[in-house]
């Protein structure tokens, strides 16, 4: 199947500094996809050069296998909720449905409606009356109404308090079950994401460190402890993410596959929690095609 999201060696710089370098991904289409990364890694850079909103400055970029462009039918595939929602605040909800109307040709306006009514979201109060979770809502509304192949959004939750945060999920999650499209939700914190996705792209320091599907990572990655003496005899070859030794103790995170280990190391299954922590402490660790292990 033809990726939602391909890129090869995408980079982009702002003067000097790499923002994004060698990404090379393939997204699969019909995935919930979190991308994850402390601040500053990447992430938004990323959902803005798919978005159309930015140009590479380097590496090619193809959505739905086309490279993108800014004709109106390509962009009008692709829904991007940025960072801070920026509803304009004078404007009632309604006159933003009007817009959004306006300007988009696959607009569902019925469904707009209804699940801003369902939501109890009212129509005549302007935007900038609303609470933080209202407003997120609306713009999630405006952003789904387009009915988009892809929807990226760029630190959806952030600055939410836990029930709205709840509440913008389920209005996600609903909506992905209805139209089933790909979508790309960007977080610094994995646990925002856990029950949601199924797909996890971690990024640090502008930099893709892994890109898989979540049940085959955990499947895949292994918590090994054992005498610190025993890191000498792992595989030569393993991918180990990260190890730690304390006193005599070592433990290794690695993504096992099919090596075989000395029996001296206990291997306990991680979660993801400890999978994403794991990756983003070590920037040079990659589970991706090419260079792996870092030790
Ligand atoms: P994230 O979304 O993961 O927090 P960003 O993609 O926003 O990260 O930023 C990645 C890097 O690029 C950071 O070092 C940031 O300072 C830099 N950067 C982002 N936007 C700009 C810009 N407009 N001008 C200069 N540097 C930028």
């Not at 920026?86 to 988009?104: D, I, K, Q, S, W």
């Not at 646990?191 to 996705?197: E, G």
């Not at 991680?270 to 030790?295: F, I, K, M, N, W």
């Amino acid at each position: 199947m033809t990726p939602a999201i391909e890129s090869r060696d995408l980079g982009r710089r702002y003067r000097r500094t790499w923002a994004l370098r060698g990404c090379t991904l393939a997204l699969p289409e019909g995935r919930v996809i979190a991308l994850v990364g402390p601040n500053g890694a990447g992430k938004s850079t990323l959902l803005n050069l798919a978005a159309g909103l930015l140009q590479p400055s380097e590496g090619t970029l193809r959505i739905f296998g086309e490279p993108l462009d800014d004709r109106p039918a390509a962009l009008a595939r692709i829904s991007y909720m940025a960072q801070e929602t920026a509803l304009y605040p004078t404007f009632t909800v309604a006159e933003l449905l009007t817009f959004g109307r306006r300007l988009n040709p696959g607009w569902d306006d019925r469904w707009a409606r209804e699940r801003l009514s369902r939501l109890r979201l009212p129509s005549d109060v302007p935007a900038g009356r609303l609470s933080g979770g209202q407003r997120a809502q609306v713009a999630l509304v405006l952003a789904l109404a387009k009915r988009p192949r892809l929807l990226l959004l760029d630190e959806p939750l952030a600055s939410l308090d836990p029930v709205a945060r709840h509440d913008v999920m389920a209005l996600l999650m609903e909506s992905v079950a209805e139209a089933g499209m790909t979508v790309v939700l960007s977080s610094h914190i994995i646990s925002d994401l856990v029950d949601t996705c199924d797909w996890l792209v971690t990024i640090n320091q502008g930099r893709v460190q892994v890109s898989g599907d979540i049940d085959e990572l955990l499947a895949t990655h292994r918590l090994l402890t054992g005498p610190r003496e025993a890191l000498d005899s792992l595989p030569p070859r393993l991918p180990v993410v990260a190890h730690t030794v304390n006193g005599r103790q070592a433990s290794v995170l690695a993504r096992i596959g099919a090596h075989r280990l000395a029996p001296v190391w206990t291997v306990n299954e991680v979660s993801l929690d400890e999978l994403v922590l794991c990756y983003l402490r070590q920037p040079a660790s990659s589970a991706l095609p090419g260079p792996t292990s870092v030790r």
